[in-house]
């Protein structure tokens, strides 16, 4: 299994930087990156498609993601990957990419989900997802 280079940036889409930034100013995430793995975990969920282009804004580094965590989220993309029929990352790099582009998607799906939504509806929806994948 290929696994994060715990030294390499983890990044989101730049387009979804100031809504990442206002969840966590708000309350609702703790960090930017785990609205990120939020949004990597439920385009798995959704069978969502990684973002096929996008700037990149980089947050944080690898090591800053609990290390079971971290080995999850690599062994869960590899499957997403074959699942969807994508390219099966076969390097750290690759691996990243794949990663962060998922979670973009996931953010950006989330984003239009939430649309119209108080802060407490979206930390509310924040936690039945953490809570059960719903």
């Keep these: 299994m290929v696994h994060l280079d715990e030294g390499d940036n983890v990044y ?4 979804l930087v100031g809504y990442a930034q206002k969840l966590k100013n708000d309350g609702v995430v703790p960090r930017q990156i785990d609205l990120l793995l939020l949004g990597f975990a439920y385009a798995v ?5 990684p973002l096929e282009k996008m700037t990149r804004k980089d947050m944080a580094r690898a090591i800053i993601i609990d290390k079971d965590l971290r ?23 690759k691996l990243l990419d794949f990663i962060c582009r998922l979670g973009s998607a996931g953010v950006q799906t989330l984003q239009k989900e939430w649309e119209g939504k108080s802060r407490s509806q979206i930390a509310l929806s924040v936690l039945k997802l953490a809570a059960n994948g719903r």
């Design 12 to 15: 989101i889409s730049e387009d």
């Design 45 to 49: 969920e959704k069978g969502i498609s």
């Design 71 to 93: 080995i999850a989220v690599e062994a869960t993309a590899a499957w997403h990957a074959k699942q969807i029929g994508a390219p099966v990352p076969d390097d750290d790099k």
